[in-house]
């Protein structure tokens, strides 16, 4: 129960830690009511401007406010969209999550059995066959592929929509593309954690002993090579929240990646901020989850964390 | 958290998942003959007319919302929800209503929904759009059907005014129920289409008004859709996902002349591209500013880069524009006489300077800073290219505190003269502050002054024409060109693109028996 | 027992598994040392009639311009050759900065264990919760769009890694009995951490390393794509891709061969991670 206890209290400090970064990258890039005025304001109306916004106080008093509303979850009203920036940023947030969670359901249901077979059959065709579809995965960048993918399957084939939102049709070819980022990788760990697993004295003992292959390899791999998979997929999600924000902008997916990216443009600093914790607040969940499931799966590794 | 609980309930509702999806509608079908999908770069951030000044937002706006007047493809101004308006005096101005306009909410249209809207715009700062009517004093309404606008001064420009952006006329008793929170999200106003649904970043809907008091609605549904990628965008029109493709760059220009079932429609935009200058030492001069013009060879950067879509212009107005003066002949491509005259202004050597622009805000701005730092190398100068954020570069104009040259779209919504070039070049203004001969109680800064308080328009067409001249002679700026605004089509629609590159309900029709251009069969 | 034979024949292969892609890579690194030479063009000398010309071989091509030119009329060739000097560079100097903050972070970390493990735990979680497209605007807006800039940005996203795998091979090896008996005899922290600690862990970064390059040269076209990368007139071959990415139907050659050459260059030094990883400890095959 302490270890629960001391993980939250870490993960209370990320979000701080990552919230206050925010706010001070933010506020050291640029004024955001010169960026909201049209063509010409004067001096006089920027600085009402500010004034509106809140942005010209000294920045002390600024973070104070903000840090007492942002535990209440308040982040104040959009400078661009004038509505509550919470509402704007959760309104994206099931299209965003959508997305994240097929890619890795997608990732994981196709990648981790590609790197489990390569490793049981290591060294034939199908070892290679594998190895050289994620050194292709490792080696274009994704944006690359998921605008093959809009040329090849919406326009020449015709298919499946080249973007949108709102039927299972439109979510394929971005998912695609976004399994395509992780699924290298994880296939590639999924294959080395697997062959380390197989590796080891008591696998050679099980099979010396006459188990079946696929008896030695779901029972005792699996279950193995499960640990460093899925911190790994845990590590993941991360990396998915970034991806997203490419594949929303391709395939004009209403995501929260897409409004971060147009927020921080615009330095709409309510918005920028409420996305920020939400997401950090997602990433610290899956972490725990998989803190938790680690656990689950060998105690032996709570010291560690 | 408190706010989060009303938000999450939100976000169930928000979420189709949640309500089991289906598969969909096949992928092929396209949108259904009644139905229009116009697809442009981004998605509007807010129903609010008054309080955006984003063009994709404009577009929209142009369906659900009406103004006093209106433009027609000529650019003329014409009565939409005035019926007539004439000047009383150098001040007042006197504006007769339409009878029997309502709002989408069932309220009148009346003379207190203007002042109403009047009153909320012409607020300095108040609004995105008050720089537009701080010249409006007072507005009051005399019966139903009748207001008078007083000025502060006189405004040869205020009919001009009740048609541009932000003009649009707004219902009073919906804001004071729903406020301005309400009229951010949902758009109320007397069009012939009212607001359907509004799926943000994804699709923007709006169903025909059946009680519209002009002209019947053509589509049932018209549905905007933000496609940011230009490559997505040209695909989901060759591809019949939509039918209007927004703001196309011309390397896709022949695949949409030459594609089955769409084609390319092109307008002049009222918008010109430049090179503002900034507070460089070398800028002052005004032999260096003319080298700068001389140096580039607009005709071959036009031809190649923009495959013609891009009119050379050498003076400050657009040919589109109230004002402009056709006399002025374009800049010769002379490099050997701008290495000259950069040798008369004491810089025999050339002298190094930032040529920047941001990176996807003006069409093809990366590539016309390239291309322009390769020919002012070729006169010697020492030009380096920047990519400036937008928000960096919204922060250097807004101080002004420029350097070099940064690229920019002066357009005047207004198609004035006043508008593109004294409201950048007033020594107050944005770009006004590095150009000598602009400056306070010079030639130039009170020809600009009075032309903006002239009434009589052939007056004001002079003062314009001399300014014109000095704007040629002793550029504040690099001039480059008039902008084409292209649009790929499907041919099922057939669309009139205007000079203000706005669509209007009134330049589209679905009787596929009136499509423009032979590219269709 | 293996015979001599067989021995020799593992080794060779083991061998062999470093030699090409080191081979390969070197070639990448000579070509880029010698651009000037190789190269027929300026990479920024546009020719604006010349804009988007197939390869030499293809039917609009031009004779001059063997792999054809670009949508500012440049020679692809010579933007190629050039690429590889920011490229690769780039990745290097990015992995390296990395490998510096997270080895010595890890190491602190896995051997002095409590607050400053917690510290540096945090720091790291900070690190990955931290919107990466955020850290990068924040931290070119204040510091500038330069080459070292970006160097700074992607070592961000690849010193995690360094640090949380050395981190746990720390915590592994210090509670090894033979370090606690190095300890037990008098042996100062520092020479404890030198000499029995880190020979185990620089392998294992050399390894993340080779195999972090590749994710950081395809991480920097991922930052053009989004405005964010390279700034012109550097040549990159992530920049080039990026920029290319309208013409992909329209002018093939524009994307294909800044992306072949990505994928080789990944694809090897992969390869080389590979190699160096078996010969130097088949253990470390869990990571």
């Not at chain 2, 509004?198 to 549904?221: C, H, I, M, Q």
């Not at chain 2, 004294?422 to 770009?431: D, I, K, S, V």
């Amino acid at each position: 129960m302490t270890w629960l206890v001391r993980r939250l209290f870490h993960f209370a400090i990320v979000i701080w830690g990552v919230t206050t970064l925010v706010f001070v990258a933010l506020r050291l890039t640029g004024d955001p009511a010169m960026m909201l005025l049209p063509g010409n304001p004067t001096m006089a109306e920027v600085e009402l401007a500010r004034e509106k916004l809140g942005v010209n106080k000294p920045l002390i008093t600024q973070y104070v406010a903000f840090i007492g509303d942002a535990f209440r979850g308040r982040f104040g009203t959009s400078f661009l969209h004038g509505v509550d920036a919470t509402g704007v940023v959760l309104e994206r947030l099931p299209a965003t999550a959508l997305l994240a969670g097929s890619a890795l359901l997608l990732a994981a249901a196709f990648a981790i059995p590609l790197g489990i077979l390569a490793a049981v059959f290591r060294g034939t065709i199908a070892d290679f066959a594998v190895m050289t579809l994620t050194v292709i995965g490792q080696g274009v960048p994704f944006f690359w592929l998921g605008l093959m993918l809009i040329l090849i399957v919406g326009v020449e084939l015709r298919l499946l929509p080249t973007g949108g939102y709102g039927t299972l049709q439109h979510l394929v070819l971005p998912s695609l593309t976004l399994a395509g980022y992780i699924g290298a990788s994880t296939a590639r760990l999924a294959r080395s954690s697997m062959l380390e697993v197989l590796g080891r004295d008591y696998m050679r003992t099980a099979r010396a002993k006459g188990l079946a292959l696929h008896v030695v390899v779901l029972k005792h791999g699996l279950k193995n090579a499960a640990i460093p998979l899925v911190t790994f997929l845990g590590l993941q999600m991360g990396l998915l929240l970034g991806g997203t924000v490419v594949v929303e902008e391709i395939f004009g997916w209403p995501g929260v990646g897409r409004l971060l990216l147009q927020a921080i443009s615009f330095r709409d600093y309510p918005v920028v901020q409420a996305a920020t914790f939400i997401l950090a607040m997602i990433f610290v969940l899956v972490n725990i989850l998989v803190d938790l499931v680690y656990v689950l799966l060998d105690p032996r590794v709570r010291d560690q964390r | 958290m408190i706010a989060f609980k009303g938000s999450i309930s939100r976000l169930w509702t928000a979420s189709p998942v949640a309500l089991g999806l289906l598969w969909g509608v096949p992928a092929t079908a396209q949108p259904a003959t009644n139905q229009l999908v116009i697809a442009q770069g981004t998605d509007a951030v807010t129903m609010d007319p008054h309080n955006t000044t984003q063009m994709t937002a404009m577009q929209p706006f142009n369906f659900v919302y009406e103004k006093l007047l209106n433009r027609d493809k000529d650019m003329r101004l014409i009565p939409e929800l005035a019926e007539a308006w004439k000047s009383l005096d150098p001040t007042t101005w006197e504006i007769l209503l339409r009878k029997g306009v309502k709002f989408h909410n069932g309220e009148d249209f009346n003379a207190e929904a203007v002042k109403f809207t009047l009153d909320r715009v012409r607020v300095s700062g108040a609004t995105a759009v008050s720089g537009g009517f701080t010249t409006i004093a007072e507005v009051r309404a005399i019966d139903a059907n009748t207001v008078h606008i007083v000025t502060k001064q006189p405004d040869p420009l205020l009919p001009a005014r009740l048609a541009q952006w932000g003009a649009q006329m707004l219902p009073p008793g919906y804001i004071k129920e729903a406020g301005v929170e309400g009229l951010a999200l949902k758009a109320v106003g007397t069009g012939p289409y009212r607001f359907g649904q509004w799926r943000k970043d994804d699709a923007l809907v709006f169903e025909a008004n059946p009680a519209y008091w002009g002209a019947a609605p053509k589509f049932s549904r018209v549905t905007f859709r933000p496609i940011k990628d230009e490559l997505a965008r040209v695909s989901a029109l060759t591809a019949g996902e939509v039918d209007i493709a927004v703001n196309i760059p011309v390397d896709f220009t022949d695949q949409v002349k030459t594609g089955k079932g769409t084609y390319l429609a092109q307008t002049l935009a009222a918008a010109t591209d430049v090179f503002l200058m900034g507070s460089d030492e070398a800028l002052k001069s005004r032999d260096v500013r003319l080298a700068l013009n001389l140096a580039i060879d607009r005709k071959k950067l036009s031809d190649t880069l923009f495959r013609g879509f891009a009119k050379p212009i050498a003076q400050g107005a657009a040919p589109t524009d109230f004002g402009f003066n056709p006399s002025i002949p374009d800049y010769p491509y002379d490099p050997e006489k701008a290495k000259k005259l950069l040798a008369d202004a004491g810089y025999p050597k050339g002298f190094s300077i930032v040529v920047q622009s941001s990176n996807g805000y003006i069409l093809g701005d990366t590539l016309v800073v390239e291309a322009v730092v390769e020919m002012l190398k070729k006169i010697g100068v020492d030009a380096q290219p920047r990519v400036l954020e937008i928000a960096r570069r919204a922060e250097m104009l807004g101080k002004r505190q420029v350097t070099g040259l940064v690229l920019a779209n002066p357009g005047s919504t207004l198609f004035d003269t006043d508008g593109i070039v004294w409201r950048l070049l007033h020594p107050e203004a944005l770009a006004g502050s590095y150009w000598p001969r602009g400056q306070k109680d010079t030639d130039f800064y009170k020809l600009m002054e009075t032309a903006r308080y002239t009434i009589d328009e052939s007056a004001r067409r002079e003062l314009y024409f001399k300014a014109a001249e000095i704007l040629h002679d002793d550029p504040p700026w690099l001039y480059l060109w008039q902008e084409f605004f292209l649009y790929g089509v499907n041919c099922r629609v057939a669309f009139a693109a205007r000079v203000d590159t706005m669509i209007l309900p009134a330049s589209l029709e679905a009787d596929a028996s009136k499509r423009g251009g032979g590219q269709c069969q | 027992m293996a015979g001599a034979g067989e021995w020799d024949l593992a080794l060779r292969r083991r061998h062999l598994k470093i030699a090409v892609p080191l081979l390969v890579v070197l070639t990448v690194v000579l070509v880029a040392v010698f651009a000037d030479a190789l190269a027929p063009f300026d990479p920024t000398a546009q020719h604006l009639t010349y804009r988007l010309r197939p390869p030499r071989w293809a039917a609009r091509g031009d004779p001059r311009f063997l792999l054809g030119t670009d949508h500012l009329g440049r020679d692809i060739l010579s933007r190629l050759l050039y690429g590889a000097r920011v490229s690769l560079p780039i990745a290097l100097a990015a992995t390296t900065t990395g490998a510096i903050i997270g080895v010595t972070l890890g190491l602190l970390s896995g051997y002095f264990r409590g607050s400053v493990d917690s510290v540096v735990t945090k720091l790291i979680d900070i690190q990955l919760s931290f919107p990466f497209i955020l850290f990068a605007i924040a931290v070119i807006a204040v510091a500038g769009p330069k080459l070292s800039v970006l160097v700074m940005v992607l070592a961000a996203r690849s010193w995690t890694t360094f640090a949380r795998v050395v981190r746990g091979e720390t915590f592994t090896i210090s509670g090894n009995d033979y370090v606690m008996a190095a300890r037990a005899l008098g042996a100062s922290q520092t020479r404890v951490i030198v000499r029995h600690i880190a020979p185990n862990i620089l392998p294992l970064a050399v390894v993340i390393g080779t195999l972090d390059i590749g994710a950081l040269i395809i991480l920097e076209s991922t930052l053009s794509f989004v405005g964010l990368g390279i700034q012109p007139p550097t040549v990159s071959w992530g920049k080039e891709l990026s920029d290319a990415r309208q013409y992909i139907q329209l002018a093939w050659w524009t994307t294909t061969f800044p992306g072949l050459a990505l994928l080789v260059v990944v694809l090897f030094v992969n390869m080389l991670g590979d190699g160096l990883r078996d010969i130097l400890d088949p253990r470390l095959k869990a990571r």
